[in-house]
C-alpha cells in the first residue's frame, strides 16, 4: 500500500476554480462583444481579440523573463485584455492599444505582485494611462462599417455625454439607440441589453452578487435626476453599464462583503455624476471606479462583516 | 433573522439503509486514555492484568475527563505511548483479546433515581460527545442551576457527507431515544425537548415523531440539508433563535445540545451497566470494497473495519476518521476506532489529490458561506504577514474549522490550515503578552 497522505481538512472542494470564473466573465462579455461588432464593424473585432491576446502574451512574457510561473492560463489576463478593448473607441490604432495591455498587466498587475494583489483595476487604469497620454486618439469616436453606421449621424459624432456636456441634447440619439447600443462610445460600453445580458449570466452563475452594480446604477440615477438631468440617458450613458456590472464587481479591488459593496457602487455613483456635471472630462466613470478601488481597503474595514454572535471589539 | 452560511456538500448518504453489522473481535485493541477533550484518563491495569469487557481501565482524571473500559476480554499487552492522530504521544492501553467477550462481573445498572444520581451514572458510562467533539457529557450536563435551562436539542442533523451512523441509531434505536428523552426530562426537568434532523432524512424525522407527537415539550425539526446544521451554534440559531454569544457556552443561553447516539449511549449505560466499549462506523469511500455501517469495539484498528467490508481496491491514498468536512487524515490503517468516531472513510489516489493552490482571487466566497459570520481570507492575509492583533480583530477564536471557507475557495486555498496556525500565533502572542505584563508587575 501506498503512503497515506494526511492533510488538513476538508478534504472534499467544489468544482469552482479561478479559471472557471475567468471563463463565465469572458462568457459574460460576449454579447456586447457581438454587440460592438455590429455596431461599429468588424475592426471592433480585431482590437478586442488584440487585446484578448496580447494581455496573457505580455503576462507570460514577464513572468518568463522574471522566471516566474506562468499564469495565463487561469484567463485573467484575457478577460484584463476584453475589458480595456471594450474602453476603447473602434479607431484606436493597435500600437497604442499595446501601450494599453502593457500599462494594464505589467504597471498595474505585475508590479504589484500579480493576480490578487493589484489595488486598482488594471483595464480601468490602463484606459486612465491611455486617456492622458493619447487625448486625441480616445476621444476619436469616428467610426464606419457598422450595420448602422449610416443610419445614425449620431454614430460618427460626439457622444452623447459630450453632447450633453455641450448643450446639444436635441442631437442625442433615442432612447432605442441607447439600448441597442447604436450610439458613439468605447466600442464595448455602447450596448445596454447586451451589457445587462452578460450581467443576468453573471448574476445567475453567482460569479457577482447585485449590490455594487445595483448601488453604482441606482446613485448615478437618482443624483443625476436630483441635478436636474435626464436620468434614464446619463445611465444608458458613457461606460456606467460596464463599469457597474464588470469593473465595479471586480473581485480584487472591490470590497467582499454586501455592506462594503454597497458603499462601492454609492461612492463610485456619486463621483461619477460629480465629474459628470462639473469635471472638465465629459465621463467620469473610470475615474471613479479607480477612486473607490484606492478607497477599497478603508472600506473594507469599516464595513467588515459581524461575526456571528462576536462580541463588539 | 440571520441567514447563515454553509455548503450544499455533496450528501452520499449510500450507506443509510445499511444495517451495521457488528466486526468479528480483533485480535488485539488499543485504548487511548484521551478520547475525550479534557485530562486523559489515568490507567489502572497494567501488563499482564486480565480484562473483561466493560471493566474500568482508566479513570477519569479530574472535573473535565472521562473514563475508559476494556471493549474486549483478554489481557493486557502493554500500557505505552503511541502516536495518535493529532500528530502527537498519547498513553494507551493494549489488550490482547481471547474472543470470548466476556462481560466485567461488576457490571450491574446502575440505581438513577434523581438528578445526582443520573449524572453520576453519566459520568461513569464513559459517555463523550460522540457526534466527533468528544466532550465529557456529564460535564456539559453539570449545570449550576438547571433551571435556566429550557431547551435540550437531540442533535441528528448529521450534515457531514458519507455519514451515517446517526442515522442509524435514530432508525435503529429510536426506543432508546425516546426513553433518553423522557430520562432527561424526568432528571434535568428541562421543558423542550428538539430532535434536529436534516431533511435529506426522512425516514428518520418521521420514525422520531412517531413518539415526540405523542409526548409533550417533544419535537423533532427539520433542518435544510446544509452543511454545518449540525455545529453546535449553528443547531441552536436554527431551532430556538438563540445566539451564543463569543466567550460563552449554550448554557448560558438555556441550551445543552447532545448527539444522538450520545443519548442512546447513556440509556444502554443506565438500563444494563454496560459502558461504552462499541461504536457504530460508518465504513465508506472511493477504495472501500463493500461500504456499510459496521458495530466495532472501541479500539479495534482501522484495518479491521475495512477488512470486514471487503477490503480496500486500487491504490488508497487518503483514510480518514470522520467525514470529509472535518475528519482527521490518519496516518495509517493501526489508528484506534476512538469513542467518538463515526465514520472510515478511505480513498483512492484520484479522490485524494490536492487541488494546487493559485493566489487568492478576493472573491469574497469564503465570507458569504461562513456560518460564523466570519471573513477567513483576512485570516490568511493576517497570518502571512505575521499581525496576531488582526487575527484578533477578525475574531480566528470564534471559528469552528467547519471548513466551508475552503470547501467553496475556487483558488483552492487551504484556509483551515492557516486558520489553525493563525489559532496558535495568538495563543502564543497571547502568552507572551500576558508574560511580558506579569513581569513588568512583578518588577513594579
Given at each position: 500500500m501506498n503512503e497515506l497522505l494526511v492533510s488538513v481538512s476538508p478534504h472534499i472542494r467544489d468544482g469552482a476554480t479561478t479559471r472557471g470564473i475567468m471563463r463565465d466573465v469572458i462568457i459574460a462579455l460576449a454579447p456586447a462583444a457581438a454587440a460592438s461588432v455590429i455596431i461599429f464593424g468588424a475592426r471592433a473585432a480585431l482590437v478586442v481579440a488584440f487585446c484578448a491576446v496580447a494581455c496573457p502574451l505580455l503576462e507570460a512574457a514577464y513572468e518568463k523573463a522574471l522566471g516566474r510561473k506562468a499564469t495565463a492560463g487561469d484567463l485573467s489576463a484575457c478577460v484584463t485584455g476584453v475589458l480595456l478593448a471594450f474602453n476603447?473607441?473602434?479607431?484606436?490604432?493597435l500600437w497604442k492599444a499595446f501601450v494599453g495591455c502593457a500599462a494594464a498587466i505589467i504597471l498595474v498587475k505585475q508590479l504589484f505582485g500579480g493576480l490578487g494583489k493589484n489595488f486598482a483595476n488594471p483595464a480601468i487604469t490602463a484606459r486612465i494611462v491611455m486617456l492622458l497620454a493619447f487625448p486625441a486618439a480616445m476621444a476619436a469616436w469616428a467610426c464606419g462599417g457598422g450595420l448602422f453606421g449610416e443610419t445614425y449621424d449620431a454614430v460618427t459624432g460626439a457622444t452623447p455625454l459630450t453632447m450633453i456636456a455641450q448643450g446639444n441634447t436635441g442631437a442625442l440619439p433615442p432612447l432605442s439607440a441607447m439600448l441597442l447600443g447604436v450610439r458613439g462610445g468605447c466600442l464595448g460600453e455602447t450596448s445596454a441589453v447586451a451589457l445587462a445580458l452578460g450581467g443576468v449570466y453573471l448574476l445567475a452563475r453567482r460569479v457577482i452578487t447585485w449590490h455594487a452594480p445595483a448601488a453604482f446604477i441606482l446613485t448615478v440615477f437618482v443624483f443625476s435626476a436630483l441635478l436636474g438631468r435626464d436620468p434614464v440617458y446619463q445611465v444608458l450613458s458613457g461606460g456606467l453599464l460596464l463599469g457597474a456590472i464588470f469593473m465595479a464587481t471586480d473581485y480584487v479591488t472591490t470590497p467582499q462583503t454586501a455592506a462594503g459593496r454597497l458603499v462601492f457602487g454609492l461612492g463610485a455613483g456619486l463621483i461619477t455624476v460629480i465629474i459628470r456635471a462639473y469635471g472638465s472630462y465629459p465621463e467620469g466613470v473610470s475615474f471613479s471606479i479607480l477612486l473607490m478601488n484606492i478607497l477599497t481597503p478603508y472600506i473594507g474595514r469599516l464595513t467588515a462583516k459581524k461575526a456571528f454572535g462576536g462580541a463588539d471589539a | 433573522m440571520r441567514k447563515l452560511g454553509g455548503v450544499r456538500a455533496p450528501h452520499r448518504k449510500g450507506t443509510a439503509a445499511s444495517a451495521p453489522e457488528r466486526i468479528p473481535i480483533p485480535p488485539e485493541v488499543r485504548l487511548p486514555m484521551s478520547m475525550h477533550i479534557g485530562a486523559p484518563a489515568k490507567p489502572v491495569v497494567k501488563a499482564g492484568d486480565a480484562v473483561k469487557v466493560g471493566q474500568l481501565i482508566g479513570e477519569a482524571s479530574g472535573f473535565v475527563s472521562s473514563p475508559v473500559h476494556a471493549s474486549v476480554s483478554g489481557k493486557v499487552k502493554r500500557v505505552d505511548e503511541y502516536d495518535a492522530v493529532t500528530g502527537l504521544g498519547a498513553l494507551s492501553v493494549v489488550i490482547e483479546s481471547d474472543g470470548e467477550q466476556t462481560p466485567h462481573d461488576g457490571l450491574r445498572a446502575p440505581e438513577v433515581n434523581d438528578m445526582k444520581s443520573f449524572l453520576g451514572a453519566v459520568r461513569e458510562s464513559g459517555v463523550v460527545g460522540l457526534g466527533g467533539a468528544g466532550f465529557p457529557t456529564a460535564v456539559k450536563l453539570t449545570v449550576k442551576d438547571i433551571s435556566a435551562v429550557d431547551y435540550i436539542l437531540i442533535n441528528g442533523a448529521e450534515c457531514e457527507p458519507y455519514i451515517t451512523s446517526d442515522t442509524r441509531t435514530m432508525l435503529d434505536e429510536t426506543e432508546l431515544l425516546e426513553e433518553g428523552a423522557l430520562l432527561l426530562g424526568k432528571y434535568l426537568g428541562v421543558k423542550n425537548i428538539v430532535f434536529g434532523v436534516e431533511s435529506n432524512k426522512p425516514e428518520p424525522i418521521s420514525r422520531l415523531a412517531e413518539f415526540t407527537s405523542r409526548r409533550d415539550g417533544m419535537e423533532v425539526r427539520t433542518l435544510p440539508a446544509m452543511y454545518p446544521q449540525g455545529g453546535e451554534k449553528v443547531l441552536i440559531y436554527q431551532i430556538t433563535g438563540r445566539r451564543v454569544p463569543e466567550g460563552k457556552l449554550p448554557l448560558d443561553v438555556g441550551v445543552v445540545v447532545l448527539n444522538c447516539t450520545t443519548l442512546t449511549a447513556i440509556v444502554k449505560y443506565i438500563k444494563t451497566g454496560m459502558p461504552l466499549v462499541s461504536k457504530c462506523v460508518t465504513v465508506d469511500g472511493s477504495a472501500v470494497v463493500k461500504p456499510g455501517n459496521v458495530v466495532a469495539p472501541i479500539g479495534a484498528p482501522l484495518s479491521s473495519l475495512f477488512e470486514f467490508c471487503g477490503g480496500l481496491k486500487g491504490d488508497v491514498k487518503k483514510v480518514l476518521m470522520g467525514g470529509p468536512m472535518m475528519g482527521i487524515a490518519a496516518p495509517s490503517l493501526d489508528m484506534p476506532v476512538l469513542k467518538a468516531t463515526n465514520a472510515a472513510l478511505a480513498f483512492s489516489e484520484k479522490d485524494a489529490r490536492l487541488p494546487e493552490e493559485t493566489p487568492c482571487i478576493r472573491c469574497g466566497r469564503c465570507v458569504s458561506h461562513c456560518p460564523m459570520g466570519l471573513m477567513p481570507l483576512e485570516f490568511e492575509r493576517a497570518y502571512r504577514l505575521k499581525k496576531p492583533e488582526l487575527l484578533e480583530r477578525y475574531k480566528v477564536n470564534l471559528c469552528m474549522e467547519c471548513g466551508c471557507c475552503a470547501y467553496s475557495c475556487p483558488a483552492k486555498r487551504m484556509l483551515v490550515q492557516y486558520i489553525k496556525l493563525s489559532k496558535i500565533m495568538l495563543r502564543e502572542r497571547q502568552a507572551a503578552d500576558k508574560a511580558a505584563a506579569e513581569r513588568k508587575e512583578a518588577a513594579v
Open positions: 476603447l473607441p473602434v479607431g484606436i490604432p | -
